[in-house]
T-cell receptor, first 115, second 112 residues
Framework: GAGVSQSPSNKVTEKGKDVELRCDPISGHTALYWYRQSLGQGLEFLIYFQGNSAPDKSGLPSDRFSAERTGGSVSTLTIQRTQQEDSAVYLC?????????????FGEGSRLTVL | GEDVEQSLFLSVREGDSSVINCTYTDSSSTYLYWYKQEPGAGLQLLTYIFSNMDMKQDQRLTVLLNKKDKHLSLRIADTQTGDSAIYFCAESMAGGSYIPTFGRGTSLIVHP
């Protein structure tokens, strides 16, 4: 498809396990964003990529969270030693360019439940 | 820092107008947006307004911006059941990285 693709759509894991969430942006979009959507908390910014580099990692909540992007395309968000408070929907978005106004195109999200 | 506030819920009758309000704190905001999220879906840009504008109209949607009060509103005329969704207000600044800050979202419920 032509939209932003995220996988898995649902992930249930046990506390303490590591998880990887994948985002495949729209082809040609140089900017990629990860947000977290928790109940009643709105969208919390996590990290932003321009190409393969991440000029802004300020939103990552702890050092258990990391993300990478390879080939200017697919991005992976990794959460190590998951905690129950990590339960949320993780949304990925991409845009044509991150330096000027550009509409963000969102994926449907990966719902993470930590038991 | 940046902060965007919205009321959490709005309930209207089908055919009435809906007005969703948002306040923001960053006076240097350049772009202000309304995104719509339908159940089980990602966010989709509905409309946006540039900070040097006071109003923007697009079919049933009217966006009003009061820069003095840092208040943004979205009016949906003739609200339909298909308009039921979560509406997010967002702001960003031109220059540097473009990272929108989102509000918590307003759940619009339209009753037949």
């Amino acid at each position: 498809g032509a939209g932003v693709s995220q996988s898995p759509s649902n992930k249930v894991t046990e506390k303490g396990k590591d998880v990887e969430l994948r985002c495949d942006p729209i082809s040609g979009h140089t900017a990629l964003y990860w947000y977290r959507q928790s109940l009643g908390q709105g969208l919390e910014f996590l990290i932003y990529f321009q190409g393969n580099s991440a000029p802004d990692k300020s939103g990552l909540p702890s050092d258990r969270f990391s993300a990478e992007r390879t080939g200017g395309s697919v991005s992976t968000l990794t959460i190590q030693r998951t905690q129950q408070e990590d339960s949320a929907v993780y949304l990925c978005a991409s845009s044509f360019s991150g330096n000027v106004f550009g509409e963000l195109f969102f994926g449907e999200g990966s719902r993470l439940t930590v038991l | 820092g940046e902060d965007v506030e919205q009321s959490l819920f709005l309930s209207v009758r089908e055919g009435d107008s809906s007005v969703i309000n948002c306040t923001y704190t960053d006076s240097s905001s350049t772009y202000l947006y309304w995104y719509k999220q339908e159940p089980g879906a990602g966010l989709q840009l509905l409309t946006y307004i540039f900070s040097n504008m006071d109003m923007k109209q697009d079919q049933r949607l009217t966006v009003l911006l009061n820069k003095k009060d840092k208040h943004l509103s979205l009016r949906i005329a003739d609200t339909q059941t298909g308009d039921s969704a979560i509406y997010f207000c967002a702001e960003s600044m031109a220059g540097g990285s473009y990272i929108p800050t989102f509000g918590r979202g307003t759940s619009l419920i339209v009753h037949p």
